[in-house]
């Protein structure tokens, strides 16, 4: 073989070897891409659920603050009730104070 064969004939192999590289490459990367889709379809899922999760959970939550408005009212009512029960039973025990000191010194 002369000697401008052989480095056409080590070219073609060299080039065989580098088309070959190449596409083990493209092959890698094409299951790369395979693998990232994938994993970008469950991501994109796991944002949907959480995206309703995160709404039905925010529902809730104004629920929850209705009905602590609710409670905080009727326990502002049930404290002034309390408060207008306690100034009865003071003014009765006062009443009953005064009767018995009376009835004290009307015996005397």
């Known amino acids: 073989m002369s000697g401008q064969r052989y480095r056409e004939f080590e070219d073609t192999l060299l080039s065989n070897e580098i088309i ?12 790369r891409l395979v693998a990232i889709e994938d994993e970008n379809r469950d991501l994109q899922a796991e944002m949907r ?14 629920v929850l603050k ?9 326990n502002h ?5 309390l408060h207008g ?9 006062l009443k009953d104070v005064i009767r018995g000191a009376l009835s004290m010194n009307s015996v005397r």
Do not use: F, H
């Open 49 to 62: 659920r959480t995206t309703g999760e995160k709404k039905k959970l925010q529902m809730l939550n104004n």
């Open 20 to 31: 070959r590289a190449l596409a083990n490459e493209l092959k890698a990367l094409r299951a």
């Open 85 to 93: 029960v306690r100034q009865c039973l003071q003014a009765a025990s």
């Open 66 to 74: 209705a009905r602590n408005l609710e409670v905080e009212g009727e």
């Open 77 to 81: 009512s049930l404290q002034q009730e």
